[in-house]
């Protein structure tokens, strides 16, 4: 390693290293950066606050649920424990969720980790890549044999089963539907969900699905056939769902496997 590269690596462990717990050579490395102590000081401060704004643009219903300061200082944990591994920081905060678990502080709000989960694949949603829709594709469901056929889902689909109602508490503080004194209730009767997300156009989306639903979308996610996936939800509704799907954007066509 030189000598360029060492210097840039001792920085970075200590602004990733709190005051109380210098690394060795802190001295040595103040001496490098502008106005010394203060510097590193500004540089920590600095990062705290970016990663602060990031995750409140990434994960506002937990802000809203956790609180401004609770959360602020959530976040700076966040940064020092899990620093990002890369200058994007819309990469950064996918280990939200499992470090939501682990803290003993959030214990009694055991559902927090799964509304991580939903808002970061939002997140990921948002970021996919972008597929148009082929309308005339879904003439070869009246055609094709389902065995030699697929369906086409949109950017960011994926679906994540919670023993909350995660994805009804993200959209009661998002959309307002359901209100947040119903999200409440069905929070208080343990009431379990599964989380639908995905892309329509440009506009991440979630909702809760029912069982058929996620068993369908997930055997199509895994890249089955149709009649793969519509054998693993047989108690679902195919036409009232390919209606929907189409009109919410969920689904974009199908194809010949």
């Known amino acids: 390693m030189s000598k360029l590269a060492a210097q840039q690596q001792a920085l970075l462990e200590l602004l990733f290293t709190g005051p109380s717990s210098p690394p060795r050579g802190e001295m040595a490395?103040?001496?490098?950066?502008?106005q010394?102590?203060?510097g590193l000081r500004a540089y920590r401060a600095n990062g705290m606050a970016l990663a602060e704004r990031s995750l409140t643009e990434f994960f506002p219903v937990l802000a809203q649920l956790v609180g401004a300061e609770s959360f602020a200082a959530l976040s700076r944990d966040f940064w020092m424990t899990h620093p990002p591994h890369c200058g994007d920081l819309a990469l950064w905060g996918g280990a939200l969720?499992?470090?939501?678990q682990t803290n003993s502080q959030l214990a009694d709000e055991p559902y927090l980790p799964d509304v991580a989960r939903v808002e970061w694949a939002l997140?990921?949603?948002a970021g996919a890549s972008d597929q148009p829709a082929d309308m005339a594709s879904f003439a070869l469901l009246a055609s094709a044999d389902p065995a030699t056929l697929s369906l086409r889902l949109a950017s960011g689909t994926l679906v994540l089963a919670s023993n909350y109602p995660?994805?009804?508490i993200t959209t009661a503080h998002l959309i307002g539907t359901p209100s947040l004194a119903e999200a409440g209730a069905m929070l208080r009767a343990g009431t379990a969900e599964h989380a639908l997300v995905w892309r329509a156009g440009l506009r991440p989306c979630v909702r809760p699905c029912g069982a058929g639903e996620a068993k369908l979308v997930t055997a199509l996610l895994r890249g089955?056939?149709?009649l793969a996936a519509l054998e693993a939800a047989p108690d679902l509704d195919?036409?009232?769902w390919l209606t929907m799907a189409v009109q919410s954007g969920l689904l974009l066509g199908s194809?010949?496997?």
Not at 29 to 34: D, F, Q, R, S, W
Not at 97 to 100: C, R
């Open 123 to 125: 997140h990921v949603a």
């Open 97 to 100: 969720a499992q470090f939501l």
């Open 255 to 257: 194809r010949a496997q």
């Open 36 to 38: 010394g102590e203060r």
């Open 238 to 240: 195919f036409q009232d």
């Open 224 to 226: 089955a056939s149709l």
């Open 166 to 168: 995660a994805a009804s």
């Open 29 to 34: 490395m103040t001496n490098l950066l502008p």
